[in-house]
């Protein structure tokens, strides 16, 4: 998605949820320095002009959330993002909207995606301690969730940014949930691309059994007219 650059100025609308930022207005004054994505999902850098501080704001539509049916998924990762604070996971400050977008203000983390630093390299692969060291951060950013009993469920290289320093963040809760222990989902919520081959062995059976025993409905209500 193309990059656009911008200069304006604007104030971020009425708070969505609980005061969690670091000011504690109802509204804050931001310049727009770029914006990614799409109409009904923007993604705009932003400086607070109060504290000079730079800030990532994730803008949803709220008529295409609605019409999504997409309510509740929303309310969910606002609320487990709220939670967690972490030094691997993009921190959540705060929450807005207006009469057309719900807004998610979060820390903003300039190092791009771990899928393009992966895709990337001059060296044509990582190298095994910088894996090993990726494969650190991830796994006690998982631990973190896991204490708290949050699932979740969208792991890929898009959704590990790296920071300045080089160490990785875990972000987009859209599709995790709270599930307590000895609770289990079936729910399949990733493309069959970043599936872990279990799942996706799982799902194949699953589907090979309906469309058997689909068929197998099919022959015997054909027979049974034609005796």
Sequence with gaps: ??????????????????ERCATKAATIKVSLISVRGVPSLVCRMVLHEGTQEVF?????????IKAQRSEQSVLDEKD???????????NLVNTYKSS???????????????????????AGALDPATVEFYAANVAVALNHLHAKDIVYRDLKPENILVDGTGYLKVCDFG????????????????????????????????????????????????????S
């Design 56 to 64: 990532a704001l994730k803008s949803m539509l709220r008529e295409d």
């Design 100 to 122: 057309k977008r719900l807004y998610m203000l979060m820390e903003c983390v300039q190092g791009g995606e771990l899928y393009s630093r992966i895709h990337t390299n001059a």
């Design 1 to 18: 998605m193309a990059s656009r650059k911008s200069r304006g100025s604007g104030a971020v609308p009425s708070v969505m949820s609980g």
């Design 175 to 226: 599709f995790a949930v709270r599930l307590p222990l000895g609770q289990k989902t079936y729910t399949l919520v990733r493309p069959r691309c970043v599936q872990d081959p279990l799942a996706c062995l799982l799902l194949m059976s699953a589907l090979s059994f309906a469309a058997h025993a689909n068929n197998s409905v099919v022959l015997l209500s054909t027979w049974r007219r034609s």
């Design 80 to 90: 487990l993002m709220a939670e967690v604070a972490h030094p691997f996971i993009v």
